[in-house]
């Protein structure tokens, strides 16, 4: 079974499992220093939110609460943003960060941002995709049949790199409008502007870790479909 190849744990598993380690380390390093960091303005997320979706003209986009550590995210069909607790309430920079990055999302909505649509376009095909992952996975498992769904695979891990792919600029566009709404609106000082871009940028590595992680399985799929022809 692939899944037990000595390739596919040296190339694809072990590689991404350190990426993502990486990732999730710088994150959780640059979050924890700056969240002890308060914001000069002394505003919380939710507050700097709430400025720069008002100052677009998104008054009536909703900034709420939800449970969880690092939960934050955008809603494109909610049409609502949502800070975990403590970004809503807190008044760290990177609190202020964070909010400012989800912000950012609902600008590019606002504009209809080409790569955002086609994220959003996107997100069915690739649940569907994950879904039918996780099928390919049971039938080979227990029926011993992997080979045969090697092209299936190949088709499922190139949808999923593609979103992997268009999410990438997403984010970093989304950080940088973040960032220079930040300074436009004069919601943090300009010595504080490392704070929030160690922060941005940590968070950007978990998405650059998906996509590694995402090429790894297609690369090796396409060479597991040549070998067998």
Same mark, same amino acid.
């Given at each position: 079974?692939?899944?037990?190849?000595?390739?596919?744990?040296?190339?694809?598993? $072990?590689?991404?499992?350190?990426?993502?380690?990486?990732?999730?380390?710088? $994150?959780?390093?640059?979050?924890?220093?700056?969240?002890?960091?308060?914001?000069?303005? /002394?505003?919380?997320?939710?507050?700097?939110?709430?400025?720069?979706?008002?100052?677009?003209?998104?008054?009536?986009?909703?900034?709420? +609460?939800?449970?969880?550590?690092?939960?934050? *995210?955008?809603?494109?069909?909610?049409?609502?943003?949502?800070?975990?607790?403590?970004?809503?309430?807190?008044? #760290?920079?990177?609190?202020? /960060?964070?909010?400012?990055?989800?912000?950012?999302?609902?600008?590019? *909505?606002?504009? %209809?941002?080409?790569?955002?649509?086609?994220?959003?376009?996107?997100?069915?095909?690739?649940?569907?995709? %994950?879904?039918?992952?996780?099928?390919?996975?049971?039938?080979?498992?227990?029926?011993?049949?992997?080979? *045969?769904?090697?092209?299936?695979?190949?088709?499922?891990?190139?949808?999923?790199?593609?979103?992997?792919?268009?999410?990438?600029?997403?984010?970093?566009?989304? #950080?940088? =409008?973040?960032?220079?709404?930040?300074?436009?609106?004069?919601?943090? =000082? +300009?010595?504080?502007? #490392? /704070?929030?871009?160690?922060?941005?940028?940590?968070?950007?590595?978990?998405?650059?870790?998906?996509?590694?992680?995402?090429?790894?399985?297609?690369?090796?799929?396409?060479?597991?479909?040549? #070998?067998?022809?």
């Amino acid at each position: 079974m692939y899944f037990w190849d000595t390739n596919y744990l040296l190339f694809v598993m $072990l590689p991404g499992l350190l990426v993502g380690i990486w990732a999730q380390y710088k $994150l959780h390093s640059a979050y924890g220093t700056f969240s002890r960091v308060m914001a000069e303005s /002394g505003l919380t997320g939710a507050e700097t939110a709430r400025r720069i979706l008002d100052q677009a003209g998104l008054t009536d986009m909703p900034v709420e +609460e939800v449970e969880g550590h690092l939960s934050d *995210h955008y809603d494109p069909e909610k049409r609502a943003l949502f800070l975990s607790s403590d970004n809503f309430h807190g008044q #760290s920079l990177a609190a202020v /960060g964070v909010a400012a990055h989800e912000a950012g999302h609902a600008l590019q *909505h606002q504009q %209809s941002w080409t790569l955002f649509d086609l994220r959003m376009a996107l997100v069915p095909v690739t649940q569907f995709a %994950s879904m039918a992952w996780m099928g390919v996975v049971f039938l080979g498992f227990f029926l011993h049949l992997i080979p *045969h769904f090697i092209l299936i695979a190949v088709a499922i891990f190139s949808v999923l790199t593609l979103f992997q792919l268009v999410t990438l600029p997403v984010e970093y566009d989304a #950080s940088a =409008r973040a960032k220079a709404q930040l300074f436009r609106l004069g919601l943090v =000082r +300009e010595d504080e502007r #490392s /704070g929030i871009s160690a922060v941005l940028d940590a968070a950007a590595l978990t998405y650059v870790a998906a996509l590694v992680n995402s090429v790894l399985e297609l690369l090796y799929y396409v060479n597991a479909a040549r #070998s067998r022809n």
